[in-house]
C-alpha cells in the first residue's frame, strides 16, 4: 500500500470514527443547554464540556435553530426529551431572571419586538425593571393560591415555573399557558407566554393599566398551570369559568372579567357547558361562565370551588383524547359534601340573576349585568312554548297594557324548574307550581318568568298561556350531548358500574354518540332505550346483586363496542360451530320425513 | 343457542361493524383523495388556509401536501401492509379578545407505536406536525392511544391531542 492510500485510509478511518463518536457529545451538548441532562454520566461528561453557561442563556433563539439543524443527528433517546424545545418560543437575544422565590424564571428578549420595556431604573440592574414586576407578580399569585389551599404548578424536578414574554398583540392574546410533560397519569407540567407589556390598544390600557393587564393574566394564566397539576383531562369551559372567577379573588380592582357577563345573559339559552370556541367571547362561553362561581363561592366557600378541582384531581383518565365532563363532577360534590345538587343551585343561581342579592364584593354588584328577557309581552292573551337543552334558561317579562288581573299557567316537563317575580320579589306558585297569579298589575310594575332545565339532558320544554290554553310538552327523549364531548344518559350502564365516569360507560357511551345517532334506526333505538331505561335502571341501582348481573350482561356488548372485528370474527365463528348441528338435525328430521311418506 | 339470540348477535355485529373509519371508505380506489385536519378531525378536502393536508390512495403510501398543485409521488405499499397516516396537534382553546381557538401542529415530535403491548416502532412528525408509517397489517396503538386496525393496502388517519393549550 502506498502512502497516498495510506493517509487515504487514515482520513476514512478518522472521519468514520469521529463520525461514530460524535453522536454522544452533541447529545450531551444539546441536553446539558436545555437543561435536561440528569444522569451522573452526563454530568460528568457535561463539566468536560467547555460551554459558557451565561452566553448560552442569552442566545437562545441560535441554540434552539442549532437544535433543529441537528435534529436527525441526535439519538431517538435525545429527541424524546428535547422535541418539547422546538414548540418553546425563541426570543432573540433571550435572557432569564428567576423570581425572588425562585418558583418563576421569566423568559425575555432583550433586542426585538418581543423585548419588554427596556426602563431599569430600580432593583436589580441590568434586569428591565417590567420584568422584575412579572416577577413579582407571579411570586404574590403563587403565595396567595399557595394560602388559599391550592398545590402550586407542577414542574420537572421542582425547577422554577417557566414564563416567556412575547408581544402576543398582534395575535390578540392576553397570555397562552400550554401543556408539556406528565408527571403522573394525570397531571402535567405546563409553561406559560404572556404579552411582553400590555400597552397595545387591544389591552385598553387607558382603562386598565399594564400593571392590571399583568395582574390578571397572572392570576388567570397561573390557574391553569394549577389546572394542569390537578387533571390534565379538565373540561375547558369550567377551566376559564375558574381561572376568570378567581381574577377578582385575588386582584379585585381590575373588574375586567365583569364585561363578560352580558354575552352568556343575553345566551342564556345555551348550555352552562357550552363549548369554548372562536365565538366565546360573543356567547359567554366559558369566560363569561365565572359568575356561576361567584354563586357557589357565596353559598358555601371559595374553598367550594378548590374542592371541585380535587375532585377532578381523583378521576382516571377518560380515554380517547377526550375531557372529563365537569357537569356530573359538580353534581356529584355538591351531592356528596354540600347537601344539595347541581339542578338546584343552577336554578338557585338563575334566581339570583334577576334578584341581583348578591353579598360578596358588595361594591361590584353594580357591575354584574342585569337578566336579558328572550321576549317581552305586552299585549294577551299569550301562549309561548320554549324548549331548552340542558342547564340552560329564559327568562320574559311581562308589561300591562290595561289588564290588572294576570294569571300564567305552566305546562312544562319534569327537568324544567320556574319562578316568577313582581317587581323584584318571588311570587309563590298556585297549585302545584302550575301557574302564578300577579294581582293588581299596575303600568309600573314589573312581572317576570324564569324558565329554566335544571337537568343534564337537553330538550325540556316549558308552554306558558295567560288564558289556560295549552299545548302539549313532551318529556325528552333523547340524550344529552355536552358541549365538551360528554353526554347524559347510558342509565343502565351507569347504575351497573357505578359510575357516570366509568371507562366502560363512557366506551358504551362515545359508541351512541359516534355510531348509533349518526343513522335513523340507531336514534329510533336509543330513543326507544331511553323511553325504556330510567326506571329499570333506577331498579338495578338499588341491588348490588342485579348490577353485578348487569355487569355481565353488558360485557360483551362492550367488548364488541371496543373489539368490533374481533367479536365479529368470534360470532361468525361460533355461528358457524352452531350451524352444522342444527343443520344436521334440520336434514335429519327431513330424512325422517321423506322416509316416512 | 336460541335463533333470536343468534339474530340480535348478529345485529349487534352489524351496528359495531362500522366502529373504525379507514380514510379509504366510500371512495374511488383509483384516484388521490385528499384530507385535512380541522383541530378536530380529518375531514375530506384540501386545507384551504395553506396549511399542510393528506393525499390518500388505496394501496399508494399516503403523502403530505403543502400546496394542492403539487406533484405526487407514488410509492405502493408493500404486500400485506398498511399504512397509518397522523397530525400531532396542541388542542387550543379560548381567547379573550376571541380567535384563540383551534390547534397547533407540534412538529418535531416522536410518535411511539406499539402493538401487544411492545414497542413496534418510533416516527416522527414533520414540520407540519404529520407523520406516516407502513405497518404490517394488524392492530397498533398509536402514541398510547386506543387501538387501531391497520388493514392491507388502506391508510387510516389518526389525529393526536397531544397537549393543551389554554389560550386568553
Redesign the interface.
Given at each position: 500500500m502506498n502512502s497516498i492510500h495510506t493517509r487515504l485510509l487514515l482520513v476514512i478511518v478518522t472521519l468514520v470514527f469521529s463520525q461514530s463518536v460524535s453522536a454522544g457529545p452533541l447529545d450531551d451538548y444539546y441536553l446539558q443547554q436545555f437543561g435536561e441532562a440528569k444522569s451522573v454520566q452526563l454530568q460528568k461528561a457535561i463539566l468536560s464540556v467547555s460551554v459558557d453557561t451565561q452566553e448560552s442563556a442569552r442566545c437562545g433563539m441560535p441554540l434552539k435553530k442549532g437544535l433543529?439543524r441537528d435534529?436527525d443527528l441526535l439519538e431517538?433517546s435525545t429527541?424524546?426529551v428535547l422535541?418539547k424545545q422546538?414548540?418553546y418560543p425563541t426570543l432573540e437575544s433571550e435572557s432569564t431572571f428567576n423570581s425572588a422565590a425562585g418558583h418563576f424564571k421569566i423568559h425575555y428578549a432583550s433586542t426585538g419586538t418581543d423585548a419588554p420595556p427596556p426602563t431599569d431604573v430600580s432593583g436589580v440592574i441590568g434586569v428591565p425593571d417590567w420584568v422584575e414586576t412579572v416577577a413579582a407578580t407571579f411570586e404574590n399569585v403563587y403565595t396567595s393560591y399557595i394560602n388559599m389551599g391550592y398545590q402550586p404548578a407542577p414542574t420537572v424536578a421542582a425547577a422554577p415555573y417557566d414564563i416567556y414574554l412575547l408581544d402576543l398583540a398582534p395575535?390578540?392574546?392576553?397570555?397562552?399557558?400550554?401543556?408539556?410533560q406528565f408527571v403522573s397519569s394525570t397531571a402535567?407540567t405546563s409553561w406559560m407566554e404572556i404579552d411582553n407589556n400590555f400597552t397595545d390598544s387591544?389591552y385598553n390600557p387607558t382603562i386598565y393599566l399594564p400593571l392590571q393587564s399583568l395582574q390578571i393574566?397572572a392570576a388567570?394564566?397561573y390557574h391553569?398551570a394549577i389546572q394542569?397539576g390537578y387533571n390534565?383531562y379538565f373540561d375547558?369551559w369550567y377551566?376559564?369559568a375558574t381561572?376568570t372567577w378567581i381574577e377578582d379573588e385575588l386582584y379585585d380592582g381590575v373588574n375586567q372579567l365583569y364585561n363578560?357577563i352580558p354575552a352568556w345573559f343575553s345566551n342564556s339559552t345555551k348550555s352552562l357547558d357550552l363549548a369554548?370556541?372562536?365565538d366565546?367571547?360573543?356567547v359567554g362561553a366559558?369566560?363569561g361562565r365565572w359568575i356561576f362561581n361567584r354563586y357557589l363561592a357565596e353559598k358555601y366557600t371559595p374553598a367550594m370551588i378548590r374542592t371541585a378541582w380535587e375532585k377532578l384531581a381523583s378521576l382516571p383518565s377518560p380515554?380517547?383524547?377526550a375531557d372529563i365532563p365537569m357537569v356530573p363532577v359538580l353534581d356529584s360534590l355538591l351531592s356528596s359534601t354540600y347537601s344539595s345538587t347541581l339542578s338546584d343551585d343552577f336554578f338557585g343561581f338563575t334566581k339570583r340573576v334577576y334578584t341581583r342579592d348578591w353579598t360578596n364584593h358588595a361594591y361590584d354588584i353594580s357591575k354584574i349585568h342585569v337578566y336579558s328577557p328572550v321576549a317581552t309581552f305586552s299585549t294577551y292573551p299569550v301562549n309561548s312554548t320554549v324548549t331548552l337543552p340542558h342547564y340552560a334558561f329564559a327568562y320574559y317579562d311581562f308589561t300591562t297594557s290595561g289588564v290588572t288581573f294576570l294569571t300564567i299557567y305552566i305546562n312544562k316537563t319534569s327537568g324544567i324548574k320556574t319562578a316568577m317575580f313582581k317587581n323584584g320579589s318571588e311570587i309563590t306558585a298556585e297549585t302545584n307550581g302550575t301557574s302564578y297569579v300577579v294581582s293588581d298589575f299596575r303600568p309600573t310594575d314589573k312581572v317576570v318568568l324564569l324558565i329554566a332545565n335544571t337537568t343534564n339532558t337537553d330538550g325540556h320544554t316549558a308552554n306558558f298561556s295567560t288564558d289556560g290554553t295549552s299545548t302539549v310538552v313532551t318529556e325528552p327523549t333523547t340524550s344529552t350531548t355536552s358541549a365538551s364531548g360528554g353526554g347524559g344518559g347510558c342509565f343502565i350502564a351507569t347504575a351497573a358500574y357505578g359510575s357516570y365516569l366509568h371507562p366502560q360507560v363512557q366506551q358504551l357511551r362515545h359508541?351512541r354518540d359516534n355510531?348509533?345517532l349518526t343513522n335513523a334506526a340507531?336514534r329510533a333505538f336509543v330513543a326507544l332505550y331511553y323511553r325504556c331505561s330510567p326506571p329499570l335502571a333506577d331498579f338495578i341501582a338499588q341491588h348490588e346483586f342485579l348490577r353485578g348481573v348487569a355487569r355481565l350482561l353488558l360485557t360483551p356488548?362492550v367488548i364488541?363496542?371496543?373489539?368490533?372485528?374481533a367479536?365479529?370474527a368470534t360470532?361468525?365463528l361460533?355461528?358457524i360451530m352452531?350451524s352444522r348441528p342444527l343443520r344436521r338435525r334440520y336434514l335429519e328430521r327431513v330424512v325422517v320425513g321423506q322416509v316416512q311418506y | 343457542?336460541p335463533k333470536v339470540v343468534?339474530f340480535l348477535?348478529?345485529l349487534?355485529?352489524f351496528?359495531?361493524?362500522?366502529?373504525?373509519a379507514p380514510a379509504t371508505g366510500n371512495r374511488p380506489v383509483d384516484v388521490w383523495n385528499f384530507y385535512h385536519f380541522d383541530g378536530i378531525a380529518f375531514t375530506p378536502g384540501p386545507a384551504v388556509d395553506g396549511s399542510a393536508f393528506l393525499a390518500v390512495r388505496e394501496k399508494l403510501l399516503p403523502v403530505v401536501l403543502t400546496a394542492q398543485t403539487a406533484t405526487i409521488e407514488q410509492t405502493v405499499l408493500p404486500d400485506g401492509s398498511g399504512a397509518i397516516a397522523g397530525i400531532c396537534y396542541?388542542q387550543s382553546?379560548?381567547?379573550?379578545?376571541?380567535?384563540?381557538?383551534?390547534y397547533k401542529a407540534?412538529?418535531?415530535?416522536?410518535v411511539l407505536i406499539s402493538t401487544e403491548g411492545k414497542e413496534f416502532v418510533?416516527v416522527?412528525t414533520d414540520d407540519h406536525g404529520f407523520f406516516v408509517v407502513v405497518l404490517p397489517a394488524g392492530v397498533y396503538s398509536v402514541g398510547g392511544?386506543?387501538?387501531i386496525?391497520v388493514e392491507r393496502g388502506i391508510a387510516t388517519l389518526v389525529p393526536?391531542?397531544v397537549?393543551?393549550?389554554?389560550?386568553?
Open positions: 433543529r435534529w431517538a429527541q424524546k422535541a422546538l414548540a395575535q390578540k392574546y392576553y397570555g397562552v399557558t400550554t401543556s408539556d402535567v387591544i393574566t388567570h394564566e391553569h394542569y390534565y375547558i377551566a376559564e381561572s363578560y369554548v370556541g372562536a366565546a367571547v360573543s366559558g369566560y380515554g380517547g383524547g359508541f355510531y348509533l340507531g356488548i364488541a363496542v371496543v373489539h368490533p372485528l367479536s365479529g360470532l361468525l361460533a355461528a352452531l | 343457542m343468534c348477535l348478529v349487534l355485529l351496528l359495531t361493524l362500522p366502529a373504525p396542541l382553546s379560548g381567547g379573550k379578545l376571541g380567535g384563540g381557538s383551534g407540534y412538529p418535531r415530535l416522536p418510533t416522527q392511544g386506543p387501538s386496525t393526536l391531542r397537549g393543551k393549550r389554554m389560550v386568553d
